[in-house]
């Protein structure tokens, strides 16, 4: 009873597989007039705020479905979204790179089509299009799920050339970490599914480009610190005291190797 309780599970999880292909080039179609009607008459928040739970919706069901090149480009075009201020900042230049984004879906759902399991190209130009709308600047992934704390990475961080990529789940950040590239991790090992020990072995022990990107772990444990030995560990652990803001600004500034001198 349970095989074909199994079997009947898997049919209905290819079939909404299948279905979510067939729906995609609609959604991709939408996706295209609302970008064109908001470079030729200006964005507005309905249009706006369309586009984005489009997007947000195809990086949901690309993960559901196991496609996660989709997962990745939606990913990335939500972080470009985010630095919008709700569409308010949404400028032409930005809305030109999001159709390069709705392209590149486009042709990932044709190699989808073609029983493609590897997207390098689109890899390599998904890269191309992140140092596009962050240029000069470095991407940082922060794993914290406190407002607080979140807040006191980002004041602490804001003069540094980097791009924030907030996140508070430690399970959701390995898999971006796996498949995305950043030029540095910085978590709490206080995090709910994957802690941030865990998270940094995990993507340390990876094939992922990320294995070898610096990561900081910021701990409530002062013995941890001292604990440093595994290949596996942090390059730095911050202990969360009163020095913490500034600690996370001088060793981001030493694991990113940038000068003092950086904003002259």
């Known amino acids: 009873m349970s095989s074909i309780n199994s079997d009947t599970f898997q049919q209905m999880l290819l079939q909404l597989h299948n279905s979510f292909l067939e729906e995609m080039p609609e959604k991709l179609d939408r996706l295209e007039q609302l970008l064109m009607a908001m470079e030729k008459y200006g964005v507005s928040r309905d249009s706006f705020n369309e586009f984005y739970r489009i997007i947000h919706s195809l990086k949901g069901s690309g993960g559901t479905f196991g496609l996660h090149i989709i997962t990745t480009l939606c990913h990335q075009l939500e972080d470009l979204l985010n630095t919008t201020e709700g569409g308010a900042k949404y400028t032409p230049a930005l809305v030109a790179i999001s159709l390069e984004y709705v392209d ?39 794993v914290d799920n406190t407002k607080l704390l979140t807040q006191i990475y980002l004041q602490a961080l804001a003069e540094l050339p980097i791009r924030p990529v907030v996140i508070g789940d430690g399970y959701i950040a390995l898999m971006r970490a796996l498949t995305e590239p950043f030029d540095l991790l910085i978590t709490t090992n206080e995090i709910p599914v994957l802690n941030g020990i865990a998270l940094i072995g995990a993507l340390k022990l990876s094939a992922s480009k990320n294995r070898n990107i610096k990561a900081i772990l910021v701990t409530a444990n002062r013995g941890i610190a001292n604990k440093k030995s ?35």
């Open 104 to 142: 590149l879906l486009r042709m990932t759902l044709g190699q989808v089509h073609a029983g493609n399991t590897s997207f390098p190209q689109i890899e390599e130009r998904l890269n191309g299009l992140r140092k596009q709308f962050a240029p000069k600047q470095f991407t940082v992934m922060i």
């Open 230 to 264: 595994r290949a596996t560990d942090a390059d730095y652990v911050i202990v969360k005291d009163a020095q913490l803001a500034q600690n996370l600004a001088d060793i981001t500034k030493n694991a990113l190797s940038i000068s003092a001198t950086h904003d002259a």
